[in-house]
Nanobody, 126 residues
């Protein structure tokens, strides 16, 4: 099992930017596809972005495409989510997840992931 820990959330005005980080434990980090999900109050957890083990493939939810960018630095065991042009509807708790199931590519379903962080709050004011 790998442990992941998110950081970088906060309060930002609409149109602003934030960069979330997700630090993971374990030497096998470079083998894991990683994902970002979010959950707003009263709503289900939803997919935001995913990145494959090497960082060469990414996938995004339509609602964030063109505004958010996922990347990873395997030397630092860290995944990032750069969020630009933030909107009030982006307000949510953001979760980082790792998949240790041996899957390839980018994984969009939360059921593909077996290690989750505690989440970091992102609040976008209008």
């Amino acid at each position: 099992q790998v442990e992941v820990l998110e950081s970088g959330g906060g309060l930002v005005q609409a149109g602003g930017s934030l960069r979330l980080s997700c630090a993971a434990s374990g030497r096998a980090f470079t083998m894991y596809p990683m994902g970002w999900f979010r959950q707003a109050p009263g709503k289900e957890r939803e997919f935001v972005a995913a990145i494959n083990w090497s960082g060469t493939l990414t996938s995004y939810a339509d609602s964030v495409k063109g505004r958010f960018t996922a990347s990873r630095d395997n030397a630092k065991n860290t995944v990032y989510l750069q969020m630009n042009s933030l909107k009030p509807e982006d307000t949510a708790v953001y979760y980082c997840a790792a998949s240790t199931k041996g899957r390839l590519g980018t994984l969009l379903s939360p059921h593909e992931y077996d290690s989750w962080g505690q989440g970091t709050q992102v609040t976008v004011s209008s």
